[in-house]
């Protein structure tokens, strides 16, 4: 048993870890589209939930599916050399529960899919809920978001109930199955050791065997509900895994000086009818500073993300030192060239740490050069720990502008030669 739980133990961390990070890494190598388009609350419970349940399935249940397996082989097989017509009464029934489970199984991996869904949703509703707090709390929106949860959650608790129902059942028929069967084999085995057919010690022997038999198999049925509910969460792990990923190692990794020219450029998002960006065309000289102005949903930040290969134009060209953009490698071009977005995100992490992300080994004197130019450091140095200050969920809560001043520090710290400001200044 101590090496059966050990040997369980390592072979499901071990596995579950790969999975993991597998996971992970899969997950930081997906386009940008993909992740404007996927629920994050659904994405953690993927990552968590359904691996987890791969996890306990490998822990224990593929060892006692060998086990009750190998036992009722072992009890048939004794039974058979006793007695052949009173052994094959005692598995007349396994057919049928094999049958029952089969169909329990299908049943149960379609309520289990829906109830692993449910599960994301509600996952999905508490990360938004938790991520815009200020904004529910600024409208008085409280009542509205409990309500929200509470259906979410009503649904998956409904649902929830529903594989409950289903393992009930299959508990309740599988045991009178199972009960029908030993009494069959009880009463004939009486008539046979009453006619002679078949002794009293062996009469016994089938009774305490036929159990060994029968509910390791009815057994069967539950590790295949947990079997179906593993295919469920193996598909949705698999729906992130069989997305493409994005190529960012292959390409040109030109010197990139600054020219940049688009001509005649056209851009729509891959759920889009229209184009956001049409006809678009003009030239920025190296060193030289420009300002695109348009209105809300003009297609500003839009055109900040074609730059950086976030999306891909569809017509058109656009070249960086004459060096069509769609040949140059993602991560050299984003490398060299620094973007400050309209909502700066800033990681649970040092201030410092945040403004050196992109050069984790840039020295202190660098960190508050940068700081200074983004006219922040004064304020960093207010705090008591100045740059040693933590940020987020356990540390300094800063204002917007002070967090933008932060994401132009951490952006200016790169040295780009090009540098874009998404509608980031205040």
Same mark, same amino acid.
């Given at each position: 048993?101590?090496?059966? *739980?050990?040997?369980? *133990?390592?072979?499901?961390?071990?596995?579950?870890?790969?999975?993991?990070?597998? !996971?992970?890494?899969?997950? %930081?190598?997906? +386009?940008? &589209?993909?992740?404007?388009?996927?629920?994050?609350?659904? /994405?953690?419970?993927?990552?968590?939930?359904?691996?987890?349940?791969?996890?306990?399935?490998?822990? =224990?249940?593929?060892?006692?599916?060998?086990?009750?397996?190998?036992? =009722?082989?072992?009890?048939?097989?004794?039974?058979?050399?006793?007695?052949?017509? /009173?052994?094959?009464? $005692?598995?007349?029934?396994?057919?049928?529960?094999?049958?029952?489970?089969?169909?329990?199984?299908?049943?149960?991996?379609?309520?289990?899919?829906?109830?692993?869904?449910?599960?994301?949703?509600?996952?999905?509703?508490?990360?938004?809920?938790?991520?815009?707090?200020?904004?529910?709390?600024?409208?008085?929106?409280?009542?509205?978001?409990?309500?929200?949860?509470?259906?979410?959650?009503?649904?998956?608790?409904?649902?929830?109930?529903?594989?409950?129902?289903?393992?009930?059942?299959?508990?309740?028929?599988? #045991?009178?199955?199972?009960?029908?069967?030993?009494?069959?084999?009880?009463?004939?085995?009486?008539?046979?050791?009453?006619?002679? =057919?078949?002794?009293?010690?062996?009469?016994?022997?089938?009774? $305490?065997?036929? $159990?060994?038999?029968?509910? +390791?198999?009815?057994?069967?049925?539950?590790? !295949?509900?947990?079997?179906?509910?593993?295919?469920?969460?193996?598909?949705?792990?698999?729906?992130?895994?069989?997305?493409?990923?994005? #190529?960012?190692?292959?390409?040109?990794?030109?010197? @990139?000086?600054?020219?940049?020219?688009?001509?005649?450029?056209?851009?729509?998002?891959?759920?889009?009818?229209?184009?956001?960006?049409?006809?678009?065309?003009?030239?920025?000289?190296?060193?030289?500073? @420009?300002?695109?102005?348009? +209105?809300?949903?003009?297609?500003? &930040? $839009? /055109?900040?993300?074609?730059?950086?290969?976030?999306?891909?134009?569809?017509? *058109?060209?656009?070249?960086? #030192?004459?060096?069509?953009?769609?040949?140059?490698?993602?991560?050299? !071009?984003?490398?060299?060239?620094?973007?400050?977005?309209?909502?700066?995100?800033?990681?649970?992490?040092?201030?410092?740490?945040?403004?050196? !992300?992109?050069?984790?080994?840039?020295?202190?004197?660098?960190?508050?050069?940068?700081?200074?130019?983004?006219?922040?450091?004064?304020?960093?140095?207010?705090?008591?720990?100045?740059?040693?200050?933590?940020?987020?969920?356990?540390?300094?809560?800063?204002?917007?502008?002070?967090? %933008?001043?932060?994401?132009?520090?951490?952006?200016?710290?790169?040295?780009? +030669?090009?540098?874009?400001?998404?509608?980031?200044?205040?």
């Amino acid at each position: 048993m101590y090496w059966r *739980g050990r040997l369980n *133990g390592e072979i499901s961390e071990n596995v579950t870890m790969k999975i993991r990070d597998e !996971l992970y890494r899969h997950l %930081q190598r997906l +386009p940008y &589209s993909y992740h404007v388009n996927a629920k994050t609350g659904d /994405l953690i419970q993927r990552c968590t939930s359904d691996v987890d349940q791969i996890r306990r399935f490998l822990a =224990s249940q593929i060892s006692e599916l060998v086990y009750a397996l190998a036992l =009722s082989l072992i009890a048939g097989v004794i039974l058979f050399s006793i007695h052949a017509p /009173l052994a094959w009464l $005692s598995i007349i029934s396994l057919p049928i529960i094999f049958a029952f489970a089969y169909i329990f199984f299908i049943k149960m991996q379609k309520a289990f899919k829906e109830s692993d869904e449910s599960e994301g949703e509600m996952s999905a509703v508490i990360q938004e809920n938790l991520s815009g707090t200020r904004v529910v709390k600024a409208f008085n929106r409280e009542s509205y978001e409990l309500d929200k949860f509470e259906k979410k959650n009503a649904k998956f608790r409904d649902l929830t109930y529903r594989l409950i129902h289903l393992l009930g059942m299959y508990w309740g028929i599988s #045991d009178l199955i199972c009960l029908l069967q030993i009494l069959l084999v009880v009463v004939s085995g009486i008539i046979m050791a009453k006619d002679g =057919s078949i002794t009293v010690g062996n009469y016994f022997v089938f009774v $305490s065997y036929v $159990s060994m038999i029968l509910w +390791p198999v009815r057994n069967v049925g539950r590790i !295949l509900s947990d079997m179906g509910k593993v295919g469920v969460s193996i598909d949705r792990l698999k729906e992130i895994l069989n997305h493409p990923l994005e #190529d960012i190692d292959n390409g040109l990794t030109p010197v @990139i000086h600054g020219s940049i020219v688009f001509d005649h450029v056209y851009f729509k998002y891959e759920d889009g009818e229209e184009d956001v960006l049409k006809d678009v065309s003009f030239k920025v000289k190296k060193g030289e500073t @420009i300002a695109i102005m348009g +209105p809300t949903g003009s297609g500003k &930040s $839009s /055109l900040v993300h074609l730059l950086t290969r976030l999306h891909g134009y569809r017509e *058109g060209s656009i070249t960086i #030192d004459g060096i069509e953009l769609k040949e140059i490698k993602r991560s050299h !071009l984003r490398k060299h060239v620094g973007i400050v977005l309209q909502e700066p995100f800033l990681f649970s992490k040092t201030i410092s740490a945040n403004i050196a !992300l992109a050069i984790p080994h840039a020295k202190e004197e660098e960190i508050e050069r940068a700081a200074k130019i983004a006219s922040v450091h004064q304020v960093i140095t207010e705090f008591d720990r100045g740059y040693q200050t933590m940020v987020g969920e356990k540390g300094v809560t800063l204002s917007g502008g002070q967090k %933008q001043r932060i994401a132009i520090a951490r952006t200016i710290i790169n040295n780009s +030669p090009i540098l874009i400001f998404d509608d980031s200044l205040s």
